[in-house]
């Protein structure tokens, strides 16, 4: 029998509604393939920013992982980043541990050994992050009290340990796990004076790529704008507690800027990583009303809108397939190329409800874009014979597209807004230009 | 402090070891967890997966699934993939997550059974026991599934067992399904720990020996007291051609092979010790290693060793 991946249309799905979106293209239904996007998803210490890279995101902080020792087992990628040297620690869980919970009791004299190794080397951390996974989860470990005993342990030297829950059978939940590692991570800061011409970026671990933000805010009179992944140190990461207000930049740091909001005073707002450049410039518009401040974008959205044009005229034809393991939202990206006059001929990302919306829009645009699910185990006969795609975007599309140029767009590193859309076209210009040539 | 790693990341799991063991053999590999042990195996411990798509899957759990124990909706699940899915057999390959609710596998197993018209494998691994336990584990179940009794291949016809990855990095040899019907008239080489265990298993007589090992002998002069620390069958074949060696393993070190000097290691500090107690002259291991061996003056031989560095 011949076999093939399931895949509807735009279209259809449309014709069906949110409501009745087939079960194929939704996660939670099935069997999880094994595909390069749910791998990355699905292991949280593989690739990208997951929980343990996360977790240290926090300058001068180590992580002990107590767990079994399958589920450290990948961050041998991580710790061979020079970053994470000497970061990673683990206390490994056997089987009698799972019965009695006896590991739990280990953890302080752990943390205290990991510390004198540490100061042995001259390398004292100012945080200690402790890693626990689905096993804790399941045995409802209650980890704050671990982690104040931890504490307690090594009072003197007045290094803090707080919980990271890596907990995968969650991340459907209310509370999944890289919203909960960014609560950790926030929770580390204790009120201070307000500096009315500070502002913290936060949503993304790396920093974000200089660009047109940045430079609103600067021109609007703001002195210092923070992010974590900038902090060189311990203490510069705690005056984020200064902020006058957090400009959020991922919604999954959401539940930390309710936090920071509650416990710090700091009101937030929230902009969202698009690539349509009208939506781009009624989110600056909303930031600027929001903050009381004035945004010239004028400047920027016509560069952006030049870049646009510079490759529609270059490539009138050109046609994309796109993954999700790519700094955007698949289906918003698909729709800002199709308003742009590019082709999407295939999608491969799991459609949440949410995401409907934008589907809708697609099939009024293309209503024959095929979307694949990522997850739904007949991608194992996915062929890419029938695409009609020059190019791939997301690190994912590749591996389903091996024979068109590749654009990845998925590097820690991120540029937003007007910037973003620019230095998205340039890269795909360069990409087409390396096949040409 | 017993368990705590301050420089080594943790060797590959007994998850790992089942799946590099079923991973070329044509059957739909459901490993039951909520994603995150199926990304370390397919994204880390399993290097065939870059190169083609095999129908490994995450059983993706979710919390109230695992709360709730809901078997029913596994079985229907992978009932609906069996469906869909071209498969010689289905394998379940346990996790941490069935280990801590206590999956009863035997009942997975007959309520799978009534669904799919498949050979059922069942394979309680945990994610706390290392590799080669769970090669053996696969090794057993394959062959309670598919060993029959044909003794149609020739006495002489060589099947090497137990050089998966994980052992062999990229020098591994597959083991097909017709290889496991054929077992009984095969000529068995165990390759390595779970390779040794294999072998027992068809109660037949068996070579004990490392093609990694003679490698490496074709291409290195070694003199001295050497302390050779890999996988068990790796030291012995240096040892029965000629080097004067001690093995000392993270994995299992069967009596048939185990003498004087060697030994069976977990911690870090043990090797510390051994690496720096004076007696040796040259050291075989994975380069991951030198770094509990500071201070260590003597000549240094790599032996990459997938399972403990994840390096080829």
Redesign the interface.
């Known amino acids: ?1 011949r ?1 093939e991946a399931v895949t509807y249309t735009a279209k259809q799905v449309a014709e069906l509604g949110r409501d009745n979106i087939p079960s194929e293209l939704l ?2 239904q ?5 595909s390069p996007a ?10 990208g920013f997951g929980v343990k890279r996360a977790g240290l995101s926090v300058p001068e902080s180590v992580m002990l992982i107590v ?11 991580v ?1 061979s980043m020079p970053q994470y040297e000497d970061r ?8 009698t541990d ?1 019965v009695t919970g006896r ?1 739990l009791t ?1 953890i302080p ?2 943390v205290s ?2 510390v004198s ?1 540490l100061e042995g080397q001259g390398k004292a951390p100012r945080v200690v992050m402790i890693c626990i ?3 804790d ?3 409802g470990t209650d980890m704050e009290r671990v982690c104040n005993a931890c504490e307690a342990k090594i009072a003197d030297t007045g290094i803090r340990v707080r919980p990271c829950y ?8 209310r509370r999944p796990p890289m919203v909960h590692v960014r609560q950790t991570l926030y929770s580390l800061l204790a009120p201070m004076e307000k500096d009315p011409r500070s502002v913290n970026l936060i949503g993304n671990f790396a920093p974000m790529a200089e660009g047109e933000l940045q430079r609103y805010l600067l021109e609007a009179g703001v002195k210092n704008i923070r992010q974590i992944g900038a902090c060189g140190t311990y203490d510069e990461f705690l005056k984020m507690a200064s902020a006058n207000f957090n400009i959020v930049t991922n919604p999954e740091a959401r539940a930390s800027a309710d936090d920071m909001s509650r416990e710090l005073g700091i009101p937030y707002i929230e902009l969202t990583r698009v690539y349509g450049i009208r939506q781009v410039a009624l989110q600056y518009q909303a930031l600027a009303q929001a903050a009381g401040i004035t945004i010239d974008l004028a400047d920027d959205k016509q560069e952006a809108e030049q870049a646009v044009f510079d490759l529609r005229e270059k490539y009138p034809d050109l046609t994309f397939n796109i993954g999700e393991c790519i700094n955007a939202d698949p289906f918003e990206l698909a729709l800002s190329l199709l308003r742009y006059g590019f082709k999407v001929d295939e999608i491969y990302a799991t459609l949440a409800p949410e995401k409907f919306r934008y589907v809708a829009k697609i099939a009024e645009l293309s209503p024959d874009t095929k979307i694949y699910c990522n ?1 739904e ?2 991608m ?1 006969y996915y062929d890419v014979s029938s695409s009609r795609a020059h190019i791939s975007l997301g690190k994912d599309a590749a591996y389903y597209c091996p024979d068109i140029p590749n654009v990845a767009w998925n590097e820690d590193v991120q540029p937003f807004g007007f910037q973003g859309i620019k230095e998205l076209m340039a890269r795909i210009d360069r990409a087409l230009g390396e096949v040409t040539a | 402090m017993r368990g705590l790693r301050k420089v080594l990341t943790p060797f590959a799991p007994d998850q790992s070891g089942a799946v590099s063991v079923l991973y070329n053999l044509g059957g739909l590999i459901v490993i039951i967890d909520a994603g995150g042990c199926t990304g370390n195996v397919c994204g880390f411990d399993e290097p065939r997966w870059h190169g083609a798509r095999a129908a490994v899957f995450s059983a993706g759990l979710r919390d109230m699934d695992a709360i709730l124990g809901r078997d029913t909706l596994l079985v229907s699940k992978i009932a609906s993939a069996a469906e869909r899915i071209d498969a010689r057999f289905v394998a379940l390959v346990g996790t941490p997550v069935p280990a801590t609710i206590a999956t009863d596998y035997k009942a997975l197993k007959r309520m799978l059974e009534k669904k799919v018209d498949l050979p059922i494998l069942t394979l309680p691994t945990d994610g706390m026991k290392l590799y080669d336990s769970g090669e053996s584990v696969a090794y057993k179940e394959l062959f309670e599934a598919f060993a029959g009794d044909d003794v149609r291949a020739s006495e002489g016809e060589e099947l090497v067992l137990g050089a998966t990855p994980l052992t062999y990095g990229d020098s591994y040899t597959d083991v097909t399904l017709e290889d496991i019907e054929s077992i009984r008239g095969r000529r068995l080489v165990a390759a390595s720990s779970s390779g040794i265990e294999a072998a027992r298993l068809t109660g037949k007589d068996y070579e004990i020996r490392s093609s990694l090992a003679e490698a490496l002998l074709a291409g290195e002069k070694i003199e001295g007291k050497v302390l050779v620390c890999h996988d068990e069958v790796f030291g012995k074949t240096l040892r029965d051609n000629g080097i004067d060696c001690d093995i000392a393993t993270f994995f299992t070190l069967h009596d048939e092979i185990k003498q004087g000097g060697d030994i069976k290691i977990t911690e870090e500090d043990e090797f510390t010790s051994l690496a720096l107690s004076g007696r040796y002259d040259v050291i075989i291991a994975d380069n991951c290693l030198q770094k509990l061996a500071k201070g260590y003056e003597g000549r240094w031989i790599d032996a990459p060793f997938f399972a403990l560095s994840g390096r080829m």
């Open positions: 029998m076999r996660s939670g099935g069997l999880v393939y094994s749910t791998l990355a998803y699905n292991s949280p210490g593989a690739e767990s079994p020792g399958c589920c450290g087992r990948n961050t041998s990628i710790s990673f620690f683990y206390l490994l869980m056997d089987e799972l590991h280990k004299d752990a050994e990991v190794f996974t689905c096993v989860a399941l045995l890596m907990y995968a059978l969650t991340r459907e939940g997850m185990p007949t194992l």
